[in-house]
C-alpha cells in the first residue's frame, strides 16, 4: 500500500512566502485529508543503488502561526514511497534543473509526478509559445543583433526577456536602442526573447490558472507605480478579473494541448488580450492570491482532479 505521502521538490522553506505561495497552498489542502509533506530541495535528489533517494523532512503546514511551517522529522526517503511528487521549485530553467527531471523521469511507473519532468524538460516556458504567436504581440527569439535591430526600428519600445528565467528577473524595457546592453544580455543568456512593449500593462496583466485541461480562474496584477512589471514578486498587486471571450478561447486552446503534452497545472498570462508568451509549467503561482481576493479554493480544485 502507498504511503499517504506528497513530496514536494522546491526552493529552501525560508525563501517562500506563506501570504502568497501556491506549494504551501497546495500542501496545507492535502494536509486536511490527512496526508505527510516531505519536503526536499531538488540540490538534495540522489540515485543510491538504483533507488531515488532525497534528503529532507516531514513538515506541517500551518497558517494561524507566526512562522508557518514546523519541522516534524528530518529524513533520507526512498520517494517510490510517495502517492505524488510536486515539482515546485523556481526556475531558471538551467542544468541542475535537467537534471532533476531525468532522476525523476527513472521513477514515473512508480510515483505521480506533476507536473510530468519529461514534459517539463519538452515545453520551454517561452518557446512553447511559439506555435500561439498568431495570438500575440509581435515576438522574435534570436541572439542575431541586426534581427534585434531591425525588430526595434519597427516597433521602437521593446521588452527583452531570458528565454529561461522566471519572476520578472533581468526584463528590460528598451526605449533606445543600447547596443552595449544588449551584447551584454546576449552574452548572459544566448537566445532571448524580443517583444513589442504593451503600455497597457499599467492597467494590469491576467494570469489564467490551468489544471488538468481546464480553465479554472484568473487574477489581474497590476505592476506597482512606474514599474512595468506585473511580477507580484516584483511589488504587482493582485486584484479581482474576468476573462473576455478571446482570452477564454486562447485558454481554452492551451489547456488542451498542455493536458496533450501531460502537463497537469499550468499559468499563462495575458497583457491587452495578447498571449505574453509564458507558458508557465515548471512553478506556477497565484492559487493563494485567487482565494484570497474571491474565496475560489483551486487548491481543492487540483487535488480533486487528481482524484484525492
Known amino acids: 500500500m502507498i504511503n499517504k ?13 506563506p501570504v502568497s505561495d501556491t506549494s504551501v497552498f497546495l500542501a496545507n489542502e492535502i494536509q486536511k485529508k490527512n496526508y505527510k509533506i516531505f519536503y526536499y ?7 543510491i543503488n538504483s533507488k531515488v533517494i532525497a534528503s529532507g523532512f516531514f513538515v506541517k503546514f500551518n497558517y494561524s502561526n507566526k512562522n508557518f511551517y514546523k519541522i516534524l522529522k528530518k529524513q533520507k526517503l526512498d520517494l517510490t514511497k ?7 521549485q523556481d526556475p531558471p530553467f538551467n542544468l541542475e534543473y535537467i537534471s532533476t527531471t531525468y532522476i525523476l523521469d527513472s521513477i514515473q511507473d512508480k510515483v505521480r509526478i506533476l507536473n510530468n519532468p519529461t514534459s ?3 515545453i520551454s516556458e517561452k518557446l512553447y509559445s511559439v506555435k500561439y504567436q498568431k495570438y500575440m504581440p509581435s515576438t522574435i527569439f534570436t541572439q542575431n543583433i541586426n534581427e534585434i535591430k531591425n525588430f526595434f526600428k519597427l516597433h521602437k ?7 529561461h528565467s522566471y519572476s520578472g528577473n533581468d526584463i528590460h524595457l528598451l526605449k533606445k536602442f543600447n547596443l552595449k546592453l544588449i551584447n551584454r ?3 548572459k543568456h544566448d537566445h532571448i526573447m524580443c517583444q513589442k512593449f504593451l503600455p497597457n500593462i499599467f492597467k494590469g496583466d491576467k494570469r489564467v490558472f490551468l489544471i488538468n485541461g481546464k480553465v479554472c480562474g484568473a487574477i489581474s496584477r497590476v505592476p506597482k507605480q512606474g514599474s512595468f512589471l506585473s511580477n507580484m514578486s516584483k511589488g504587482a498587486k493582485p486584484i479581482n ?11 481554452k ?13 499550468a499559468g499563462i498570462d495575458f497583457i491587452d488580450q495578447k498571449l505574453n508568451g509564458d507558458i508557465n509549467v515548471t512553478s506556477p503561482t497565484g492559487l493563494k492570491s485567487l482565494y484570497d481576493l474571491s474565496g475560489i479554493n483551486l487548491a481543492k480544485t487540483f487535488w480533486k482532479e487528481l482524484k484525492v
Open 253 to 265: 486552446l492551451i489547456a488542451k494541448d498542455l493536458k496533450k503534452e501531460n502537463i497537469f497545472f
Open 120 to 122: 517539463i524538460r519538452n
Open 82 to 88: 510517495c502517492k505524488f511528487i510536486l515539482i515546485r
Open 185 to 187: 544580455f546576449i552574452k
Open 241 to 251: 478579473t474576468k476573462l473576455t471571450k478571446l482570452e477564454n478561447k486562447v485558454s
Open 5 to 17: 505521502i506528497v513530496a514536494i521538490q522546491g526552493n529552501h522553506l525560508s525563501k517562500l512566502n
Open 41 to 47: 530541495d531538488p540540490k538534495n535528489l540522489s540515485i
Open 157 to 163: 519600445n521593446v521588452i527583452l526577456k531570458p528565454i
